[in-house]
């Protein structure tokens, strides 16, 4: 199976996938993390949506007819709910995020109207203002063995939600809403000593492997 990963430097669900066998790629404007730079197509990644020649960082070209599945995880900073606070202040709409948050919304709704037959999107709950889709389904990281609470929406198109796999006891939050929050409850990602995007966006684990596992072929 061929598989698009977008938006993704971790590379934890593209090497999920490699695991298990499928020729998948990740895709991102920011180098790879992962350690598989060879695995990685560096650039937007709506350019390979459609198929073709891609080159990944170890110069090498792949021909790729279609994707068999692509999920993306597309920039969350202006549509997530939790960002609310910042969009509307005093009442008002502030213009300059709100235009972000426009070309978010169209960025995201690029990868939900391609025409790859399998797709899955992995967003936290949008402010309702952008009027996106509705999602198919809610996980959390606990649900497959990860001790953490973070909310994280799937939209699917022609693919099953993922149930759990390893529901645990979960230990904290992942990410609080604010950074004064974050101080006062202690929550993971303040706790990590690495208080980064990359860190706060992470797809853990068990998730990622559920995706390779409940979304191969059957």
């Known amino acids: 199976m061929r598989v698009l990963i977008a938006c993704e430097e971790s590379q934890a669900v ?3 996938f490699r695991l298990r066998g499928h020729e998948a790629y990740s ?14 197509i560096h650039g937007d990644a ?5 198929g073709g020649q891609v080159i990944t960082m170890d110069d090498k070209s792949h021909y790729i007819d279609a994707w068999d599945l692509l999920i ?7 549509l997530s709910k939790a960002g609310a606070n910042r969009l509307i202040v ?20 690029k990868f939900w109207n391609s025409d790859v037959e399998r797709i899955a999107i992995e967003n936290p709950v949008p402010m309702k203002i952008w009027e996106l889709p509705q999602y198919s389904q809610i996980i959390q990281p606990y649900m497959f063995g990860d001790p953490y609470i973070k909310t994280t ?10 149930f759990a796999t390893d529901v645990v006891v979960p230990t904290s939050k992942w990410v609080s809403a604010s950074d004064h929050r974050a101080k006062k409850t202690g929550d993971a990602w303040a ?25 191969e072929p059957k």
């Open 14 to 16: 593209c090497k999920a």
């Open 27 to 40: 895709c991102d404007v920011q180098e790879p993390s992962g350690g598989h730079p060879e695995w990685h």
């Open 46 to 50: 709506l350019a390979p949506l459609d």
């Open 72 to 78: 993306a995880h597309p920039p969350c900073t202006y």
């Open 90 to 109: 005093n009442g008002k709409i502030q213009e300059p995020r709100y235009e972000n948050g426009i070309r978010a919304r169209d960025f995201f709704l």
């Open 153 to 162: 929406c799937l939209w699917l198109k022609n693919l099953p939600m993922l």
């Open 191 to 215: 706790k990590s000593g690495h208080r980064s995007a990359k860190v706060r966006s992470k797809t853990f684990p068990g998730i990622a492997n559920a995706m390779s596992m409940q979304w």
